[in-house]
Structures are given as structure tokens and as C-alpha cells.
């Protein structure tokens, strides 16, 4: 599969706001509804760290298969290379960061 740069383009979001970019490192803020999803992908060098600002999200994972659900003040990184979902878990919109670094930003979407 060929990497997606503009990931804004792949999937719906409710708010998409970047607070911070420079080279090999990114702050964004997402707001996704109750059926809302950043669909399964992975970045071949950053990590992904969320922290939620409201609401409950559920990230679920691949190599190893894990399922974490995380609610206001909570945090989960993901590593380079390591496919992931990131779904609404409750029935509100839910806020979140997501940083994303070191290294040159991709969104490899996955079947």
C-alpha cells in the first residue's frame, strides 16, 4: 500500500485543529461523534501517543491484538509500525491529542 499524506482527506472527523507542527514532530487536536473512526492504518516511523480531553475512546490494535478504552486524563502510545483503530467508545463526541513523533509523519491505511 501506498502511504497517504494529506490524512485529512481519508477519514471524517467532527474537529481537526494542529497546534504544533515542525520537522518529525505534530500536536493535533481531534473531536470525533459517537459513530465516528480514524480508520485501521499505521505510521511506519512515528508513534502515536493519545491523551483524551473528554469523552471515551477505544484504540485497538494489531501485533499483539489489544483493545484499551481510555477516558478524560488518560494516555496510550502506540509504536511505529503497529496497526491501529481509533473508535468513539461512548455516546457524546469525545476530544482528544494526538502527538505524533519523531520522524517523518504517514497514514498507511489497512483493509
Not at 8 to 31: C, D, M, T
Not at 82 to 107: E, K
Amino acid at each position: 500500500m501506498q502511504p497517504i499524506t494529506d490524512v485529512s482527506r481519508s477519514y471524517e472527523v467532527e474537529r481537526r485543529v494542529h497546534y504544533a507542527a515542525r520537522p518529525g514532530f505534530r500536536i493535533a487536536e481531534l473531536q470525533i461523534g459517537p459513530t465516528q473512526k480514524i480508520p485501521w492504518h499505521y505510521h511506519s516511523e512515528v508513534q502515536d501517543t493519545f491523551y483524551v480531553i473528554d469523552g471515551t475512546i477505544r484504540i485497538s490494535t494489531r501485533e499483539p491484538e489489544e483493545q484499551v478504552c481510555l477516558t478524560a486524563g488518560q494516555t496510550y502510545a502506540v509504536r511505529p509500525g503497529r496497526p491501529h483503530l481509533v473508535t468513539n467508545a461512548g455516546d457524546t463526541s469525545a476530544v482528544f491529542l494526538v502527538l505524533q513523533g519523531i520522524g517523518t509523519h504517514d497514514f498507511v491505511a489497512l483493509a
